[in-house]
């Protein structure tokens, strides 16, 4: 549900509660029991309001890691090249840096049209309320145009790869992505992988020298930003 509409009802609700404790404190204090009747009335829009809430489904949700198909094995997520397999999926903005998705298909069908895109999300994971052209240039999905089937194996399989940036989607801004893997509908995903984006705003220097009292000088350094 939109952040919009959840602020646009607690401010109804904030009204509606003022106006309950002002009928409370007229029955109380001016001895109106007529006022009384709106109690029940109140506390039913209220009840009714927390329930709409609670069914709406959310349209900022937390992207989570997953894995929908399980025919899918042997996911590896890293960044991209010689040596990087067991590194962290980071890449820096506007450079050659790029992560590797890579998983196996189980079965002896043939190669699927798998698609990815990215979502940019927040510090804390919700899907950020930016529009696909403000974080993503060039195309908005791409294929998995990658792939190989097994050979002398007990079982087949197809093994796909993805790498971000491709030649047809990049990141314009830094942040928190999700890579999503689907045939035919994004929001139906086969797959998805949390990975990050930074951008190099600052440089940060330091230098270490020897202490400068004499009882630290063989044992301690002075280190400096």
């Given at each position: 549900m939109s952040k919009y509409l959840v602020r646009l009802i607690v401010s109804c609700l904030m009204i509606i509660v003022h106006s309950l404790f002002t009928g409370i404190k007229s029955i109380l204090f001016n001895n109106r029991p007529g006022k009384i009747k709106t109690l029940p009335v109140c506390v039913f829009f209220i009840l009714q309001s927390v329930s709409v809430i609670s069914a709406m489904p959310d349209d900022f949700p937390v992207m989570q890691e997953v894995v929908n198909d399980p025919g899918i094995r042997t996911i590896q997520f890293s960044r991209a090249g010689t040596g990087q397999s067991n590194t962290y999926p980071v890449l820096k903005l506007n450079s050659r840096d790029s992560v590797s998705l890579?998983?196996?298909?189980?079965?002896?069908e043939p190669a699927k049209n798998y698609q990815f895109t990215v979502v940019h999300c927040e510090s804390d994971?919700?899907?950020?309320?930016l529009l696909q052209s403000d974080y993503i240039s060039g195309l908005f999905s791409d294929y998995a145009s990658s792939f190989g089937f097994s050979s002398a194996t007990y079982i087949k399989y197809t093994h796909y790869k993805v790498n971000f940036p491709s030649s047809n989607i990049q990141a314009?801004?830094?942040?928190?992505y999700?890579?999503?893997?689907?045939?035919?509908?994004p929001d139906k995903p086969v797959l998805t992988r949390r990975f990050y984006v930074y951008e190099k705003l600052v440089n940060i220097t330091g230098t270490a020298q020897r202490a400068t009292y004499s009882q630290y000088m063989d044992t301690k350094q002075i280190g400096r930003a």
């Open positions: 890579q998983f196996d298909v189980l079965g002896t994971w919700h899907k950020s309320q314009k801004i830094s942040g928190n999700v890579l999503i893997i689907f045939l035919d509908n």
